[in-house]
């Protein structure tokens, strides 16, 4: 058997960062990155320059300054002697407000649109396709003009509730009023509260609903649990056990004791003066912004769902359908949880949007993260860029938040290959 002797390994050279194929991809990213960081820096470095010149150097105190302005739509306690910090959350609060809302009607209205548009009923679907094409081909700031404009002028003041001779009533046996000025909605109220407890001196979050979201948690993961033990029966024996009223009692007789031990009940809105009082306040405003942002939205979730699910073989249908389900429970068990997969990667982006562009609602006077820090508070200090940083950082954040929980679940709910 011949032997060869080892080869000379190469000398390496510098040349051989531009000659050499191995090495030339590497240098010419490194160098890229070098000039880019260079001009980073460079832009950096000369806006503060420029600002420490102007007598506007970068720095944050501003925000323990007295902001001095109200709001007109808080989640937690706000006065105008609070500080900027305080007002910035409390716009982000409503942002975040604004954002969940209107992604959960979006998807619940997308998602129902998308199937609809697949209707054999030729007027169903034409009205779905209607629906469609109108809210997707006009911007979504008009709609939320619009959709303010309608609760303007359609809905009475609340002086057409008082006397005798009122033009108006309220809805759901006196508990709900509807009014030009917002909608005042029944809240929330226990007599044996569990109390707040404050998160660095900034806001107070409630115990009882700390208290309410730990026992619906248990229960739900009590019953994924019980879900997964029926799953490991029906596998092994093909009959499955009735659970339904066991899953549905772990969730809700917990959540019963916790309310009635904290003594649970409702405080109704009550017409004193000019306005009402008690009860929980929903302005004009954030109820327009919401249904704008909401069914702009669903326009183009429901044009995903439904390219979801003509991604779906027609076998697939026929099939379940051979096995005797009615088309409602194919839809919901066969299409729907395979339709996912093709579903939830654009749903990502939509979501993001909807988030975005709840910006627009200065437009209407509602006070989010936008109409605070990136509004009054930079108007009255003149902290421009500051006020811009932090806002990009807000977004940015949330962003995060949002694709990082969705790609969870994309990743649960794809299909894994062997």
């Known amino acids: 058997m011949t032997s060869h002797p080892d080869l000379p390994r190469e000398t390496f050279r510098l040349r051989m960062l531009i000659f050499d194929t191995r090495y030339r991809s590497l240098t010419i990213q490194i160098v890229t990155l070098a000039g880019f960081m260079l001009l980073v820096s460079w832009m950096i470095s000369n806006t503060v320059q420029n600002l420490a010149e102007l007598g506007k150097p970068i720095e944050f105190g501003f925000l323990g300054n007295q902001a001095q302005y109200d709001i007109n739509q808080t989640l937690i306690a706000y006065t105008s002697r609070d500080t900027h910090l305080r007002a910035a959350v409390v716009g982000l609060l409503n942002t975040l407000l604004v954002a969940f809302l209107g992604c959960?009607?979006?998807?619940?209205?997308?998602?129902?649109?998308?199937?609809?548009?697949?209707?054999?009923?030729?007027?169903?679907?034409?009205?779905?396709?209607?629906?469609?094409?109108?809210?997707?081909?006009?911007?979504?700031?008009?709609?939320?003009?619009?959709?303010?404009?309608?609760?303007?002028?359609?809905?009475?003041?609340?002086?057409?509730?008082?006397?005798?001779?009122?033009?108006?009533?309220?809805?759901?046996?006196?508990?709900?009023?509807?009014?030009?000025?917002?909608?005042?909605?029944?809240?929330?109220?226990?007599?044996?509260?569990?109390?707040?407890?404050?998160?660095?001196?900034?806001?107070?979050?409630?115990?009882?609903?700390?208290?309410?979201?730990?026992?619906?948690?248990?229960?739900?993961?009590?019953?994924?649990?019980?879900?997964?033990?029926?799953?490991?029966?029906?596998?092994?024996?093909?009959?499955?056990?009735?659970?339904?009223?066991?899953?549905?009692?772990?969730?809700?007789?917990?959540?019963?004791?916790?309310?009635?031990a904290l003594g649970f009940h409702l405080g109704y809105p009550e017409l004193r003066g000019f306005n009402f009082r008690g009860g929980i306040y929903m302005r004009n405003s954030l109820i327009a912004l919401w249904l704008a942002l909401s069914f702009y939205t669903a326009a183009f979730i429901a044009e995903i769902?439904?390219?979801?699910?003509?991604?779906?073989?027609?076998?697939?249908?026929?099939?379940?359908?051979?096995?005797?389900?009615?088309?409602?429970?194919?839809?919901?068990?066969?299409?729907l949880p395979q339709a996912l997969r093709v579903i939830i990667p654009p749903l990502i982006s939509q979501y993001l949007n909807l988030t975005k562009n709840s910006s627009l609602a200065i437009a209407v006077g509602y006070m989010d993260i936008t109409g605070t820090l990136g509004g009054i508070t930079m108007g009255q200090t003149g902290r421009e860029l500051e006020c811009v940083l932090l806002m990009m950082l807000f977004y940015l954040a949330i962003s995060l938040v949002i694709s990082t929980a969705m790609n969870w679940y994309d990743a649960?709910?794809?299909?894994?290959e062997r």
């Open 104 to 260: 959960a009607l979006a998807t619940v209205m997308g998602v129902a649109i998308g199937v609809l548009r697949l209707s054999r009923n030729w007027l169903v679907a034409r009205l779905m396709t209607v629906y469609v094409e109108l809210f997707r081909n006009v911007p979504v700031l008009l709609w939320i003009l619009f959709f303010m404009a309608i609760l303007i002028e359609s809905l009475p003041p609340p002086n057409a509730f008082r006397g005798e001779d009122a033009t108006a009533s309220m809805l759901l046996g006196d508990s709900v009023a509807l009014t030009n000025r917002g909608f005042y909605i029944p809240e929330p109220l226990f007599s044996r509260s569990l109390g707040d407890l404050s998160v660095f001196g900034a806001f107070e979050i409630s115990l009882d609903l700390v208290a309410f979201l730990a026992v619906l948690a248990a229960g739900l993961w009590v019953s994924a649990r019980i879900r997964a033990r029926a799953d490991r029966i029906q596998n092994r024996t093909g009959l499955r056990p009735t659970t339904w009223y066991l899953r549905l009692g772990v969730v809700v007789l917990p959540l019963l004791i916790l309310l009635a």
């Open 412 to 416: 649960r709910v794809r299909l894994v």
């Open 305 to 335: 769902v439904r390219g979801g699910i003509l991604a779906i073989s027609k076998g697939q249908t026929e099939a379940a359908a051979a096995l005797g389900l009615r088309p409602n429970r194919i839809m919901s068990l066969v299409i």
